[in-house]
């Protein structure tokens, strides 16, 4: 059924770190964004194209708000949202006394359900409407968060993480189950409705290079797959990669060496990249996920976001929560957060840019800036509607804010999920905060 939405329109075409912004913008006052088969089929000011639409079509009207790509959460894990929030030391420690823990217990089906159906209800409610999703070493964990994804119809990406040492049995798999496991989850899931799957090796210190050498096999074997994993987060982390492959230069030539960089890899980090390590992932078109919330919460560092979008070797990168490490699911958070990680390294990260990180830019660091990420006819229709007058404070704040790009800061400095007021997948309504039940989702 052909529908539409009416109000503020903002989406970016090009990337303004490297574009003028005027290029960049696609912006409309009174917008009209009309949508059939999941898609958008014609978007542009509301005057132009009411008349055209025919009486019958729905058109919901959102004032005081504006009308956005959905966001995009380019490095997440599911199964630690029972653990947003614990206190604790730096990441190696998190891991062992939170993260092990709470993933042990998506052996169970049932559990992995309701799990991801809290994660999937949470980035709704936040907002966001593809995410790069990390499940446990079980494949029931990817079989659970994939059909309660495919029952909303969303574009989400996942995999089953690969681990075969330093972490609990119950958590391990070993090279070879990993690869069948994962051969056969491609199988299923890879192109199954909107779903898209990802390779996903934990991190170089829990795989072994056998698991490493076949890890890089079942990516090469399966193209059009992706491939998620961290990389340089922290300086213990880093010291214990190189210690457990002292053949390699570098952490990034680890992965390097295994075959698992290049188009459609998304690493989670690289807080302490050298210009090297950029250069590399320049050159193979790997991508980064900037996780500001997590960086900041699990104390690892300050990532060069101007260097990794402007340097002499850019790369492509998105904002990411890395959730239960980050702490909102909000990405107007992960704006917020990255903002003050770049002030902190000398540099000044504009509205524009940070909402072209959170939409465009994070479709591109995933390969997928042709279908997702930008409101344009031909695109997915996903779509996120943010209050303008979500709460006291950003009404009054708003009502002093002289242009777009004010407002824009303004609402990712004050914004979280209360911003967040309807939520489109593919066209149809998902989430409505103002429905009749407060916090309404449709037909999950
Ligand atoms: N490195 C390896 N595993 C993880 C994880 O689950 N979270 C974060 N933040 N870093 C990791
Ligand atoms: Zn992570």
Not at 27 to 50: F, N, P, R, S
Not at 248 to 259: F, L, M, N, P, Q
Request: charged share 20%.
């Amino acid at each position: 059924m052909k529908t539409a939405i009416r109000g503020r329109c903002l989406s970016y075409r090009d990337n303004p770190f490297t574009a003028p912004i005027k290029d960049c913008l696609r912006y409309e006052e009174d917008g009209l964004v009309v949508m059939e088969g999941g898609k958008i089929t014609a978007t542009g000011a509301a005057q132009e194209l009411l008349p055209k639409l025919g009486e019958t079509v729905p058109v919901t009207q959102y004032n005081d708000a504006l009308i956005c790509p959905g966001f995009i959460d380019c490095h997440v894990h599911y199964p630690q949202t029972e653990i947003i929030g614990a206190f604790g030391k730096q990441l190696i420690d998190w891991l062992n006394n939170y993260t092990f823990i709470a993933e042990q217990k998506f052996a169970d089906k049932e559990y992995a359900r309701a799990a991801s159906e809290v994660f999937l209800k949470e980035i709704l409610r936040a907002g966001t409407t593809t995410a790069t999703v990390f499940c446990t070493v079980h494949p029931e964990s990817v079989d659970a968060f994939f059909e309660q994804s495919a029952k909303i119809n969303m574009r989400n990406i996942a995999g089953k993480v690969l681990m075969d040492r330093h972490a609990p049995a119950a958590l391990t798999d070993t090279a070879q189950s990993g690869y069948d496991q994962t051969k056969r989850l491609i199988e299923k899931w890879h192109g199954n409705g909107r779903a898209l799957y990802a390779v996903t090796p934990r991190f170089a210190p829990t795989s072994s290079e056998e698991q490493m050498e076949m890890t890089g096999a079942v990516w090469k074997e399966h193209p059009g797959t992706y491939l998620q994993s961290h990389i340089s987060e922290n300086k213990q982390e880093i010291e214990w990669a190189q210690e457990l492959f002292p053949a390699r230069k570098s952490y990034v030539d680890i992965y390097h060496h295994y075959g698992q960089l290049g188009p459609r890899a998304i690493y989670g980090h690289g807080v302490h990249f050298t210009d090297e390590d950029f250069r590399i992932f320049s050159e193979t078109g790997t991508a980064i996920a900037h996780c500001p919330t997590s960086n900041l919460f699990l104390g690892s560092g300050l990532f060069k976001l101007e260097q990794s979008m402007t340097g002499s070797a850019p790369v492509r990168t998105g904002f990411a929560t890395d959730l239960g490490g980050g702490t909102n699911f909000s990405q107007l958070v992960s704006m917020n957060e990255a903002y003050k990680i770049a002030q902190l390294s000398g540099f000044s990260l504009g509205a524009h840019k940070a909402f072209y990180l959170a939409t465009r830019g994070a479709a591109t660091a995933l390969y997928l800036e042709d279908i997702i990420g930008s409101i344009e006819p031909g695109f997915e229709a996903d779509l996120t509607v943010l209050d303008l007058k979500a709460t006291p404070l950003l009404t009054y704040r708003l009502a002093y804010a002289n242009s777009l790009e004010e407002q824009l800061f303004a609402l990712m400095t004050l914004g979280d999920d209360r911003v967040a007021q309807a939520t489109y997948i593919a066209g149809e309504l998902v989430y409505s905060r103002n429905s009749e039940t407060a916090g309404a989702f449709y037909d999950f």
